[in-house]
Each structure stands twice: as C-alpha cells, then as structure tokens.
C-alpha cells in the first residue's frame, strides 16, 4: 500500500517543485520495499491474493508514472514512452483474452523479470543523469544502457506474452474435447 500511495507524490515531486532528489528517494524506497516484501514473503512462505494483485500493479504505475514525467521532463522521448507503454496495453489485452476463454494469466518470465530489473535501474539512474555536472555526465551512458537493455528485454517479454497467449487459444478448443 504504502509503494502504491508513493507514486503520486512521486510524480509530484518530479513534476511540481522538481525536487529530483526527493523523487529519487521515493523511487529508491518503492524498489527496495519491493524487493523486501517479496523477500520477506517467500521466506515467511506468506502470500496473498491482494499481494499477488497489488504487487504488479504498483510496479506498472511506477513505470507508468515515471515515463509520463520523464517524458514531460524532456528525460525521456515520447517515442521510447510510446513504445514500453503500448507492451503493457498488449499484455494486459493479453491477460483479458486468456482470462476470457478460462485461462490463468501467463507465468511471469524470467525475461520480464530481467526487463523490469533494468528498467528499475535505468529510472533512477536517469534521474541521476540530469546536469552537467561530471556525475552526470559519468552516470548518463550507464543509464541509457539500462534503459536501452531493458527496453528491449519489455518489448521482448510482451511478445513472449502474446505468443503465450496464441498458444494457449490455439489449445482451449482442443482441450474442452
């Protein structure tokens, strides 16, 4: 709940008084709580419904909320925006489809997971980037090669979903014989 609550005054923070540093900090506090809650649930071998729900879902608002600021910023191109954001209109159509014809949503890959671990990096590392100071200027390709990878790792991983999907429509009629 708390990740969830931190993505408006995430973008508040970037967007209004442009304090990027407190920006940074809430990123850098959604990642790390991510990472702990799901570490401490797999190893309390805790999990719920609503967790299994949220958890995702605050992991697209993070990454829609920081292209849409990154974008407004002039951080990052609409074109790379565009794109990350038209995978996840697919997936999510992809999940609605299955879900339709009686199927669980697809397993998360580990592609994804590879995609989503650089993007998390690429965001705040981004953020770093702004400036001319020699910080900057030595943090700017390292983010850019996050945002590159792991954009293309998104894109893959979203047509991995929609080939999951394909697959498994192909089937339902055959299974239901």
């Known amino acids: 709940m708390l990740r969830l609550a931190g993505v408006p005054l995430f973008l508040y923070l970037l967007l209004v008084p442009k304090a990027d540093g407190w920006a940074l900090a809430v ?3 959604s990642g790390l709580s991510d990472w702990l809650d799901g570490k401490i649930a797999r190893w309390l071998d805790q999990t719920s419904k609503l967790g299994a729900l949220l958890d995702p879902a605050a992991d697209r608002l993070y990454t829609i ?3 849409v600021a990154f974008v407004v910023r002039d951080i ?15 997936v999510a159509g992809c999940i ?5 014809a009686g199927f669980a949503p697809p397993e998360v890959t580990y592609v994804g997971k590879a995609a989503t671990f650089n993007l998390m990096y690429a ?8 400036g001319g100071s020699t910080f900057a200027a030595v943090v700017r390709p390292v983010a850019y090669a996050f945002i590159v990878w792991g954009g293309l790792l998104f894109i893959w991983s979203g047509l991995l979903y929609l080939v999951q999907t394909r697959a ?8 239901a014989v």
């Open 27 to 29: 990123l850098l506090f």
């Open 65 to 67: 909320a920081t292209l």
């Open 76 to 90: 990052v191109p609409w074109w790379v925006a565009a794109l990350l954001l038209a995978r996840d209109v697919l």
């Open 96 to 100: 609605l489809v299955l879900r339709r």
């Open 123 to 130: 965001f705040p590392l981004l953020l770093l980037a702004q």
């Open 168 to 175: 498994a429509l192909r089937l339902a009629p055959t299974a």
